[in-house]
């Protein structure tokens, strides 16, 4: 496994421009999760997906937000007219249930940083 | 509700041990996580419970009393390399499967 990876890790974008992250879970992981975090706050659910299937979406989030998982394997994440309020880390995770020696748990990518000036 | 809370912020010698807090409030439990990140970095996960007892892992141990919705994260030997947030999270799979997660603790090692 080479891990989760997220691209871009950095992103400084200005008010009303249009933002896409792209994130890679580990292979053979079903699971991908969606996280935003705020500096002293913990990861705050966004959404996910069980293979290509979009199970849930917060309710916190605005129709600003959309993602997708198109394959069942690579994400996107896209924020439509960013807010300076849409500063935050993006993080996404990926798991796996049933496999021997898998409690579930998360795998965290190493996190997309957005800067909206 | 779903509530999880955790101490804001603890302080340790190097060497010392430290114990990090954890209580929740949950609609369904199906185990606890406890994860670790440093500034600027992803979680990493570090323990996994769902029976209640404790579960030792080299310089950390986690332990659950499910009955009191209650968990804390043990950190032996501390080094200044654990100076990190704490997060515990709790895994309900009646939540859609999601975590509900704290708020973190985070913990400055001073030499």
């Known amino acids: 496994d080479t891990g989760v990876s997220q691209d871009p890790r950095h992103k400084i974008t200005k008010r009303g421009q249009n933002v896409t992250f792209r994130c890679d879970p580990i292979?053979?992981?079903?699971?991908l999760y969606w996280y935003r975090q705020t500096l002293g706050q913990g990861p705050e659910f966004l959404t996910y997906f069980q293979n290509e299937a979009q199970l849930e979406k917060s309710r916190l989030l605005s129709d600003r937000f959309s993602a997708e998982r198109p394959k069942g394997s690579f994400s996107t994440l896209e924020i439509q007219r960013t807010e300076q309020g849409d500063s935050a880390m993006y993080l996404c995770?990926?798991?796996?249930?049933?496999?021997?020696?898998?409690?579930?748990?998360?795998?965290f990518g190493e996190g997309s940083r957005l800067t909206v000036l | 509700g779903q509530n999880i809370d955790q101490p804001t912020e603890m302080t340790a010698t190097e060497g010392a041990i430290v114990q990090i807090n954890c209580t929740y409030q949950?609609?369904?439990?199906?185990?606890l996580f406890w994860y670790q990140q440093h500034a600027g970095e992803a979680p990493t996960f570090l323990s996994y419970n769902v029976l209640d007892g404790l579960e030792e892992k080299g310089r950390f141990s986690s332990f659950l009393s499910r009955s009191k919705g209650y968990s804390y994260l043990l950190l032996k030997e501390l080094q200044m390399k654990d100076s990190a947030s704490y997060l515990c999270?709790?895994?309900?799979?009646?939540?859609?499967?999601?975590?509900?997660w704290g708020l973190g603790t985070s913990l400055a090692v001073n030499p």
């Open positions: 292979s053979e992981h079903n699971r």
């Open positions: 949950t609609s369904g439990f199906n185990g």
């Open positions: 999270a709790v895994y309900n799979a009646g939540n859609n499967r999601k975590l509900i």
């Open positions: 995770a990926s798991s796996v249930l049933g496999r021997q020696g898998s409690y579930g748990e998360l795998f």
